[in-house]
């Protein structure tokens, strides 16, 4: 089945850093997603992409789909503390509409 | 808006029993939802897809006898935990298809439910 190299597993960073975390995959997608969860709580979308070569912002998030429809990453520009939770991206591809979900990033942001 | 709710949040219950778990579009409806459990410091996974009208989808190991779905209405779907044990103990979350875009297609997530058995 289809697997999601997702990177880093952690970062800890200070407030007012940039981050940078991405996902790869051995086989193509249609759609890449990201979430962001926190403890306790569900996914919650961030970013949604659709085409080959979109790059998207969100506020201080930005995301892009690879060409090649094998990656994705999402930037994080001045981090603040209340963005600490773990990231993760998906794919789908298929008519049947599942998710493939990275392994996650764990980020903590000190103030 | 694209809201989906759960209900209960949390549950504690015996072993043995059962445990339903409800899953809501609020503002759209929802022709597919998925079932999802997680398990501490782990990614999500995929338990099974929830057709509305239809029998759900369960993935390879999926007891389909022991976790229930019921997917009655364009809103609602239902994950019934048959005969809990401790092992089922878990984090449930469940998603709903957005369809509404012309070109785009993505899901939303609940808030998720927190199972405990005794």
């Known amino acids: 089945g289809q697997q999601l190299n997702q990177s880093p597993q952690s970062m800890f960073i200070q407030e007012g850093e940039d981050v940078s975390m991405n996902c790869t995959s051995s086989?193509?997608?249609?759609?890449w997603l990201w979430y962001k969860q926190e403890p306790g709580e569900g996914p919650v979308l961030l970013i949604a992409l659709y085409k080959a070569g979109e790059l998207t912002s969100n506020g201080r998030l930005t995301a892009q789909f690879g060409i090649t429809r094998k990656d994705s990453f999402l930037n994080i520009s001045a981090s603040i503390p209340s963005d600490v939770g773990i990231y993760f991206c998906a794919g789908q591809l298929g008519s049947n509409y599942k998710l493939t979900f990275g392994k996650g990033t764990l980020l903590t942001v000190n103030p | 808006g694209a809201v989906v709710s759960q209900h209960p949040s949390w549950v504690i219950c015996k072993s043995g029993t059962s445990v339903k778990i409800e899953c809501r579009s609020l503002d759209f409806q929802a022709t597919t939802m998925f079932w999802y459990r997680q398990f501490p410091k782990q990614s999500l996974m995929l338990m099974a897809t929830?057709?509305?009208?239809?029998?759900?989808?369960?993935e390879q190991g999926v007891e389909k006898d022991k976790f229930l779905i019921n997917h009655a209405s364009l809103t609602l779907s239902t994950l019934t935990v048959t005969s809990a044990h401790p092992e089922d103990s878990s984090f449930y979350i469940c998603s709903a298809r957005d369809q509404r875009g012309t070109s785009t297609d993505t899901q939303y997530f609940g808030p998720g439910t927190r199972l405990t058995v005794l």
């Open positions: 086989s193509i997608f249609n759609t």
């Open positions: 929830s057709n509305e009208g239809s029998k759900a989808t369960y």
